[in-house]
Nanobody
């Protein structure tokens, strides 16, 4: 059974940093590209960042470019999202998701994902 478990969410103040993790079990992550999504209250779930199977390709939404960094540790079956200079607009539930791929790319399309985590809430106060 595949499980993706996010952790590291919480309440922070604007300008602070936070790192969230996504630990996978029941799946070998090095066969999957990984994407972080977020869903703010009343809004659709949106892609934040993705990373290819080996980590050679990374993509970021314009809203987080230069502030967020995605990384992965395939040996530990874990992916991370380092978030700096957080603002109240970053408040959302953050989800990790994986997509089985045979290439060195990744996607931020919700419909392309094979498995999803249950999310971790990040609240940024002003």
């Amino acid at each position: 059974q595949v499980q993706l478990v996010e952790s590291g969410g919480g309440l922070v103040q604007a300008g602070e940093s936070l790192r969230v993790s996504c630990a996978a079990s029941g799946v070998t992550l090095d066969r999957y590209a990984i994407t972080w999504f977020r869903q703010a209250p009343g809004k659709e779930r949106e892609g934040v960042s993705c990373i290819s199977r080996g980590g050679s390709y990374r993509n970021y939404a314009d809203s987080v470019k230069g502030r967020f960094t995605i990384s992965r540790n395939n040996a530990e079956n874990t992916v991370y999202l380092q978030m700096n200079s957080l603002s109240p607009e970053d408040t959302a539930v953050y989800y990790c998701a994986v997509q089985y791929r045979n290439d060195a790319m990744c996607s931020q399309s919700r419909g392309a994902m094979n498995y999803w985590g249950t999310g971790t809430l990040i609240t940024v106060s002003s």
